[in-house]
């Protein structure tokens, strides 16, 4: 079993690793380049729930669209919710674009934690990370793969949702005073390639000297998993209402709440039921509604939702609050991943 734990010897180690192994990221700084604090923040939110894989043509995207911080904050609203449709978690859209502007107000980015936590979108692990990384600060940002490591070296068994508290003081004792932002980066490379929440690559990990877990024989047993809850269901109905050239209508919702901001079928309030007794009393104009078989179902974080699924000719002009859309106009034009599943079930 390891012993007492040495700080300067596993933030040593770590660099050391990361030096010789660190993944290249579209949002990386290259050995030897100054980090961009625009990007190091773009990169942050747009991870949030996110992977890498899955942000990264994002933040190529939104990088050819808006290259600067000021950039951004001159763009509409309308069209960074666009441009974040597909990503979920849609109030990341509009804060960042707030987020923006009071920077671009300012003319730069703060570089402490506690400024940085008082801009729009700005929770504590994203001011410690951008602080760390774009700016060299002794700060240290926990996200999952950070909180996996130090449960594991310190042999802490409690859900991280339970520890989270002595996680982070663990955490802030490992870091180092100088390159802290790379100790950040390393230990978010060795959680996503090496120290994995199922068969972790012990071996090849350089911290394997000092992990409680790893010397237990069972570090998938590191941290424990939190006791599940049955997700909730609800249902509702959703009106595909389509002109003879394939363009159908189409509303944006509420700008504050889940999905706000996003293109939406439209269609009545969510609540609990049965599927199959759900009727079209909701919507959103008279016409011959023809339900669809099936249904399209969808898993948000708290809760699945069963959409039934109703067609019929749009009629023109479009009904006050509503717009037509067309089929090919579909990906830009800001519809939620439920939304853009929706529109393929009804049109398919």
Known sequence: MPGTLAPKSVAAKTLRWFDAHARIL???ARPGQTPDPYRVWLS???????????????????????PSVQALAAASPEDVMSAFAGLGYYSRARNLHACAKAVAAAGRFPEDEAALRALPGIGPYTAAAVA???FGRKATPVDGNIARIVSRVAGLREAIVV?????????RRLTPARRAGDFAQALMDIGATICRPRAPACPACPLREDCRAAASGEPEAFPGRPERKPRPEKVGAAFFAVRADGAFLARRRPPRGLLGGTMELPGGPWAPGEIAQVGADSAPFPARWTRLPGHVEHVFTHFTLRLALFCAPAPTPAPEGLVFIAPDAVERAGFSGLMRKAAAYAAG
């Open 163 to 171: 520890n989270r508290r002595a996680i982070e003081e663990f955490a």
């Open 44 to 66: 942050e939110i747009l991870l949030q729930q996110t992977t890498t894989t899955g942000a990264a043509p994002y933040f190529e995207e939104f990088l050819r669209r808006w």
């Open 26 to 28: 579209p949002w990386r």
């Open 132 to 134: 760390a990384i774009a």
